[in-house]
């Protein structure tokens, strides 16, 4: 059994000093002009002081017509370098292993939030989405590139790439919405080109002792459970990738595709050679027992997000009692805003199904 509060060295940058990593949560708090607000970075430093190993922003976009949200983090600007660095500097001061994920929503970008028709590998009918040309791909490949340089200086230990949930990187590796015909497409090893390249490029640019790690969902999408098998499988043993995030939206069901029944999503990937990779997940690991059974079914480290939401320092009190659980849903307002959520986070959150308790009114008698 891996101790859930043991440190976890990983191949560059400092070690994490437990195994529970903060999900990137969307949150909508930052500027419209995705400068950080301190609503946001109170929220991400209260995790970071409740004891997350590795602390990770919300998906911070790389190109402004790559905004996925109203009150996104940017990092497409030196405009983002004072605020990035603030609080680049209040989570490392917590010891905590600080991350930027690096986001480009591609297609499911709003047409009324970038004033323009979103961009796409191919052109995409159901999201009014065009076709990017050949220098589009590569001035957004060097986007994500120009953003790990830019989270460096900013002071963070390394980035994540979202590689998952239908954005970009994951609009490339789909064969059902990248109908390419350049070498952008086509065979997996062209639809994964576009990845790799951002990868090669962030090793190129930023320091040796700067972490990567990449966001991979295996299904919905467009997602092809072996493809993803094997891409995983490659970037683990590459020697690029410090550490791997596979979103799984429930760790312990088992996968939708019939040809890979009678396995968890989990164990299909956390069977896979890794090298010197780390290996975590997220997927209703909610609880304490959730953590130390995903934990025994293979993984190094588990992401932790509805249950940061709720309880900033879900790793302090897990320490605490093996057995912890998280308050019930749905939960108070009050209860959230003492958790660090601001207001336009809080109502973000009551666009969840019962997730935010509604206020009681009281009635005259």
Request: proline share 4%.
């Amino acid at each position: 059994m891996t101790d859930l509060h043991s440190p976890l060295s990983l191949s560059r940058g400092p070690a994490l000093k437990n195994r529970f990593m903060l999900a990137p949560l969307t949150n909508l708090q930052s500027h419209a002009d995705g400068v950080l607000s301190d609503d946001e970075f109170r929220w991400l430093t209260l995790r970071a002081q409740g004891g997350f190993g590795l602390t990770m922003t919300c998906a911070a976009h790389v190109q402004a017509k790559g905004q996925g949200f109203p009150g996104q983090l940017g990092i497409f600007d030196d405009k983002h370098l004072a605020g990035l660095s603030r609080l680049a500097s209040a989570l490392n001061a917590e010891g905590t292993h600080s991350v930027v994920q690096l986001h480009h929503a591609g297609m499911r970008s709003p047409k009324e939030l970038i004033g323009e028709a979103p961009h796409c590998p191919s052109a995409n009918d159901e999201f009014g989405a065009r076709a990017m040309s050949l220098d589009e791909v590569r001035e957004s490949r060097d986007a994500f590139i120009a953003a790990a340089v830019r989270a460096e200086k900013a002071g963070f230990h390394g980035v994540e790439l979202h590689g998952a949930h239908g954005y970009l990187i994951c609009q490339f590796l789909s064969a059902e919405v990248n109908l390419r015909t350049d070498e952008y497409g086509g065979d997996f090893e062209n639809r994964r080109r576009f990845l790799d390249e951002i990868l090669d490029g962030v090793r190129a640019a930023c320091g040796k002792d700067f972490s990567v790690g990449v966001r991979l969902s295996p299904e919905r999408f467009g997602m092809d459970l072996g493809e993803i098998l094997v891409l995983a499988q490659g970037l683990m043993t590459g020697g690029k990738v410090d550490y791997l995030d596979m979103s799984l939206w429930d760790v312990f069901k088992e996968p939708e595709d019939a040809a890979f029944k009678g396995k968890t999503l989990l164990q299909w990937f956390s069977s896979l050679p890794r090298g010197d990779c780390r290996l975590g997940a997220a997927g209703k690991i909610a609880t304490g027992a959730q953590c130390q059974k995903a934990m025994d079914e293979g993984l190094d480290y588990v992401v932790i997000g509805r249950a940061a939401i709720l309880h900033h320092d879900f790793p302090k009190k897990v320490a605490a009692n093996a057995a912890f659980e998280p308050i019930a849903l749905p939960v108070p307002e009050a209860h959230l805003k003492a958790e660090g959520l601001g207001i336009a986070f809080l109502t973000y959150m009551k666009t969840w199904k019962g997730f935010v308790a509604e206020p009681q009114t009281s009635s005259a008698d």
